[in-house]
């Protein structure tokens, strides 16, 4: 089975670019927002669409702090002088309650997701908990790349125990925080966008006074400091099957930190602290409906009116699609901390087939003839777009023969391996598995081999072929063909810091390949070593071995 796949390369996807603020991610346009208030749908008309328009943005560093404390009061003044911005607001929360959840305090909910002993299981009780009171299923049928949602819960501490502008303060003060790497200092007024981060690291001294005359800060990857992000996103991947990442807002009250724009992502605007004013709007244009990439910040005049307008609350959430242009402000009374959880960058159906598409077409050309064979003599002179207006049966011929080899092109696409290539970027993109107690006992990152009283103590294999073993995770390893060699590629040993290690895999041996597909297939349930379809109790105790030591299985009970 395995040196039958086919064998091909493809260049694997640039680095995910730097995430916006409030990002948002692949999605249909759709012509309402949503907004959930006790179980029922608010629904704001389509803002009328505009040309589109690029302002380039200037990422430059600045001193500012005797410029932007005048800015930042005049501002303050102004918005509590807007009676439109008042009514607008009003409209959202006069008349209608709001949905009400329940909100588990976090840290519980994530302990009890560890007794869960299926991880697919675990991630879909994760997500429901994140969007709840709406149900799973009828959010990705009737939301997921359409509309904007919008959840008022009316309970501050729904997402407490998340991340905490504390929290925040400690890692300035214990972790190494560097600015442009793990930090952004931006501000946004008078309609300019500007980024202000100094070099080096950022310590509470420096950012603080940021803070204090008014620049917004965003974290970029708050899973690499707290194991509670990091826990949420490694379930999370798992649901979504592609990259989880996150990114945390600090706001100042009476600022805003970021131009409008677009992003690339589905974005889960996670309200932790205080409160934010958000406006979404459509895309502009069909051209802009699920975006390949994140747009340049916009000048409010190319915009429109907003289909969405609200003010988020500690323990509410806000989810739109890439391609909905928003931008968020702090109200005069109060800061805000939100995450931004996102996911599906770079992961539609046009990205899969920019790996079919190249490899199907030197496969038929090296297996079919037709593809070989040459063009018209006279091509030239009736085809390009300078004949494109010409009345020419020979155009009509031409491109009917176009269209007869793309069709018979999809029965030379390696689809299988394309999706394996996909997976193979996937797995690389990942965070690593955060381990439950049951687990860490049960793998090698918590076997019971330590110096002890002066010399090592329970070292050496216990793995039998009577211990029974699982794959760590569901989503946790994955067989692949790379030409001849069978490879494993595996996410336990990655780093909680985006690509800083090289994709984990090693080759298997021929006779390995179907027991290792045996255990992948079994999860969850756990299978005896001597059960593994191999030759012989040596080499499946090997296997074991091998596996165990890299963390992609572990025992059911500890060894």
């Given at each position: 089975m395995w040196q039958k796949v086919i064998q091909w390369s493809a260049p694997c996807s640039a680095m995910a670019s730097l995430l916006h603020e409030g990002q948002c991610c692949m999605g249909d346009t759709a012509s309402w927002g949503t907004v959930l208030h006790e179980g029922q749908c608010f629904m704001t008309p389509v803002a009328d669409k505009k040309k589109r328009k690029k302002e380039n943005g200037a990422n430059k560093v600045h001193t500012i702090k005797a410029q932007l404390k005048p800015e930042r009061k005049k501002k303050r003044k102004k918005l509590l002088m807007s009676p439109q911005r008042e009514e607008s607001l009003k409209g959202f929360t006069k008349d209608e309650e709001c949905a009400n959840g329940d909100g588990e305090a976090l840290d519980a909910l994530l302990a009890d997701l560890a007794n869960v002993?299926?991880?697919?299981?675990?991630?879909?009780?994760?997500?429901?908990?994140?969007?709840?009171?709406?149900?799973?299923?009828?959010?990705?049928?009737?939301?997921?790349?359409?509309?904007?949602?919008?959840?008022?819960?009316?309970?501050?501490?729904?997402?407490?125990?998340?991340?905490?502008?504390?929290?925040?303060?400690?890692?300035?003060?214990?972790?190494?925080?560097?600015y442009g790497v793990n930090l952004d200092v931006t501000s946004y007024t008078n309609g300019k966008r500007k980024t202000h981060n100094p070099a080096g690291r950022a310590l509470p001294f420096t950012v603080?006074?940021?803070?204090?005359?008014?620049?917004?800060?965003?974290?970029?990857?708050?899973?690499?400091?707290?194991?509670?992000?990091?826990?949420?996103?490694?379930?999370?991947?798992?649901?979504?099957?592609?990259?989880?990442?996150?990114?945390?807002?600090?706001?100042?009250?009476?600022?805003?930190?970021?131009a409008p724009h677009y992003d690339d992502i589905e974005a889960f605007v996670v309200q932790l602290e205080g409160k934010k004013h958000w406006r979404v709007y459509n895309p502009r244009s069909e051209d802009e409906v699920l975006p390949v990439l994140s747009s340049a910040n916009f000048n409010q005049i190319d915009i429109g009116k907003p289909i969405l307008e609200v003010v988020l609350e500690a323990g509410d959430l806000l989810y739109f699609p890439r391609g909905f242009i928003h931008q968020g402000d702090c109200l005069p009374d109060a800061h805000s901390l939100h995450v931004t959880i996102s996911?599906?960058?770079?992961?539609?159906?046009?990205?899969?087939?920019?790996?079919?598409?190249?490899?199907?077409?030197?496969?038929?050309?090296?297996?079919?003839?037709?593809?070989?064979?040459?063009?018209?003599?006279?091509?030239?002179?009736?085809?390009?777009?300078?004949?494109?207006?010409?009345?020419?049966?020979?155009?009509?011929q031409f491109l009917s023969q176009i269209q007869r080899l793309m069709k018979k092109l999809a029965t030379y696409s390696p689809v299988d391996a394309a999706v394996d290539q996909k997976a193979r970027d996937f797995f690389h993109d990942c965070l690593p598995p955060m381990l439950t107690p049951e687990e860490l006992s049960s793998s090698v990152q918590g076997a019971s081999a330590r110096w002890e009283h002066g010399q090592v103590v329970d070292v050496g294999s216990q793995i039998t072929a009577q211990t029974r073993v699982r794959?760590?995770?569901?989503?946790?390893?994955?067989?692949?063909?790379?030409?001849?060699?069978?490879?494993?590629?595996?996410?336990?040993?990655?780093?909680?810091?985006?690509?800083?290690?090289?994709?984990?895999?090693?080759?298997?041996?021929?006779?390995?390949?179907?027991?290792?597909?045996?255990?992948?297939?079994?999860?969850?349930?756990?299978?005896?070593?001597?059960?593994?379809?191999?030759?012989?109790?040596?080499d499946k105790v090997a296997l074991a071995e091998l596996l165990f030591e890299r963390g992609i299985i572990h025992t059911a009970e500890p060894l």
């Amino acid at each position: 089975m395995w040196q039958k796949v086919i064998q091909w390369s493809a260049p694997c996807s640039a680095m995910a670019s730097l995430l916006h603020e409030g990002q948002c991610c692949m999605g249909d346009t759709a012509s309402w927002g949503t907004v959930l208030h006790e179980g029922q749908c608010f629904m704001t008309p389509v803002a009328d669409k505009k040309k589109r328009k690029k302002e380039n943005g200037a990422n430059k560093v600045h001193t500012i702090k005797a410029q932007l404390k005048p800015e930042r009061k005049k501002k303050r003044k102004k918005l509590l002088m807007s009676p439109q911005r008042e009514e607008s607001l009003k409209g959202f929360t006069k008349d209608e309650e709001c949905a009400n959840g329940d909100g588990e305090a976090l840290d519980a909910l994530l302990a009890d997701l560890a007794n869960v002993n299926n991880s697919r299981e675990r991630a879909s009780k994760l997500f429901q908990w994140l969007v709840n009171p709406v149900p799973a299923k009828s959010f990705f049928s009737e939301t997921w790349e359409k509309k904007p949602i919008l959840v008022q819960r009316k309970n501050s501490d729904y997402y407490k125990g998340l991340f905490s502008t504390a929290e925040f303060d400690r890692m300035l003060r214990k972790e190494d925080v560097q600015y442009g790497v793990n930090l952004d200092v931006t501000s946004y007024t008078n309609g300019k966008r500007k980024t202000h981060n100094p070099a080096g690291r950022a310590l509470p001294f420096t950012v603080w006074d940021f803070y204090e005359n008014g620049c917004s800060l965003r974290l970029l990857n708050p899973q690499a400091f707290s194991s509670t992000v990091w826990n949420v996103l490694s379930i999370l991947q798992e649901y979504f099957g592609s990259m989880a990442g996150a990114n945390v807002y600090l706001t100042p009250p009476g600022t805003q930190g970021f131009a409008p724009h677009y992003d690339d992502i589905e974005a889960f605007v996670v309200q932790l602290e205080g409160k934010k004013h958000w406006r979404v709007y459509n895309p502009r244009s069909e051209d802009e409906v699920l975006p390949v990439l994140s747009s340049a910040n916009f000048n409010q005049i190319d915009i429109g009116k907003p289909i969405l307008e609200v003010v988020l609350e500690a323990g509410d959430l806000l989810y739109f699609p890439r391609g909905f242009i928003h931008q968020g402000d702090c109200l005069p009374d109060a800061h805000s901390l939100h995450v931004t959880i996102s996911s599906f960058q770079k992961n539609s159906w046009g990205d899969l087939l920019q790996k079919v598409v190249p490899v199907a077409l030197e496969i038929a050309m090296e297996e079919d003839v037709e593809f070989r064979k040459g063009l018209p003599l006279d091509y030239l002179t009736y085809m390009g777009v300078q004949n494109s207006d010409k009345a020419d049966p020979r155009r009509t011929q031409f491109l009917s023969q176009i269209q007869r080899l793309m069709k018979k092109l999809a029965t030379y696409s390696p689809v299988d391996a394309a999706v394996d290539q996909k997976a193979r970027d996937f797995f690389h993109d990942c965070l690593p598995p955060m381990l439950t107690p049951e687990e860490l006992s049960s793998s090698v990152q918590g076997a019971s081999a330590r110096w002890e009283h002066g010399q090592v103590v329970d070292v050496g294999s216990q793995i039998t072929a009577q211990t029974r073993v699982r794959v760590l995770r569901a989503g946790c390893a994955r067989l692949c063909s790379d030409g001849e060699a069978v490879n494993l590629y595996y996410t336990t040993e990655n780093s909680r810091v985006y690509h800083k290690e090289e994709l984990k895999s090693f080759e298997v041996k021929a006779e390995h390949t179907d027991a290792i597909e045996f255990l992948i297939h079994s999860y969850p349930k756990f299978l005896t070593v001597g059960s593994f379809p191999c030759d012989s109790t040596e080499d499946k105790v090997a296997l074991a071995e091998l596996l165990f030591e890299r963390g992609i299985i572990h025992t059911a009970e500890p060894l």
